[in-house]
């Protein structure tokens, strides 16, 4: 393989894993845009999703078994809304970032518990591990195409979503103008509970479509969620289309430095990442400093 065909290769390698980063850390900004929270346990929808997946796909056709996953994360994601979050309105932001954690670990263990340490994954969509299409002199698997376009659907049903429908426009009114949208009439705890699930159902789908590419086990779920944060602190907390951009800008930076750096550093690029823009940057590359703007989707 020559130097341009190796180049698109990592190229296309850094979209696919950017693409799963974008799907967190739009989880993170709907999450935190509704609710003030940085949910440090979005990880876990995505770890959730796949193994749950599995798990059905033992009984049931694949399609019945992802469909099964995103709804039962879904269910936990609103749930878990219900029996903590809405309990703790007037807590600081660094308890709330505490209780994430605490969750994600608690997760973490129940899933430790329940499958074990081995890995698992769902069967490839399309063809097999061996299969792979040639575009441009780089072999891509189809399972890479099954990713990128359900994220892309997704991220666009999303955009839909809050743009075009009632309820969308009451979740944005929420982000925007908290106290406003009550006096209108919109239950903003509804609209939270919505929110957390919206999150888990997303993170559902994508542990689904990339468990035949990544595997999925229980320990996954901490370093999504970190490179997702970095990847929404990129783009600017509060904004899901920067989010998705700063999702593959950390995927391709990420790919670009398995070029030049030994496997071992392969989350280099994200933890760099992350610290530079929180020293040069904090409020990200198209986000604006606190008290200049509202949280809008």
């Known amino acids: 393989m020559d130097a341009d065909n190796l180049a698109l290769q990592y190229l296309l390698s850094g979209i696919t894993k950017g693409s799963i980063y974008a799907v967190v850390a739009i989880g993170f900004n709907l999450i935190y845009s509704a609710t003030g929270v940085l949910n440090f346990a979005q990880g876990e929808f995505v770890m959730l999703g796949g193994m749950i997946a599995v798990t059905l796909a033992a009984f049931v056709p694949l399609p019945v078994a992802v469909t099964g ?3 039962a994360v879904t269910l936990l994601g609103c749930g878990l809304e219900l029996a903590f979050f809405r309990r703790l309105r007037r807590h600081s932001v660094l308890h709330l970032i505490i209780i994430t954690i605490g969750l994600s670990i608690v997760i973490q263990e129940a899933a430790l518990h329940i499958w074990d340490e081995k890995v698992r994954s769902l069967p490839y969509f399309t063809g097999n591990e061996a299969s792979s299409v040639r575009w441009w002199g780089a072999s891509i698997s189809p399972q890479v195409f099954w990713v990128l376009g359900t994220v892309g659907i997704a991220v666009l049903v999303l955009h839909l979503f809050l743009r075009q429908t009632l309820t969308g426009q009451a979740m944005r009114a929420c982000s925007a103008q908290p106290e406003a ?15 957390f699930g919206l999150s888990a159902g997303l993170g559902a789908l994508a542990g689904c479509v990339i468990s035949p590419i990544t595997m999925t086990h229980y320990e996954m779920g901490a370093p999504l969620a970190i490179k997702g944060f970095a990847s929404a602190v990129l783009g600017g907390l509060g904004n899901p289309t920067a989010a998705l951009a700063g999702g593959l800008m950390v995927g391709i930076l ?44």
């Open 181 to 195: 949208a009550m006096l209108a009439g919109i239950n903003l705890q509804n609209m939270r509970t919505l929110a």
């Open 254 to 297: 990420e790919a670009a430095s398995v070029s030049v750096l030994p496997a071992a550093y392969n989350d280099v690029a994200a933890f760099a990442v992350l610290l530079l823009v929180l020293f040069f940057r904090p409020h990200g590359i198209w986000g604006k400093p606190a008290g200049q703007g509202v949280r809008e989707h």
């Open 69 to 71: 996953a995103v709804l």
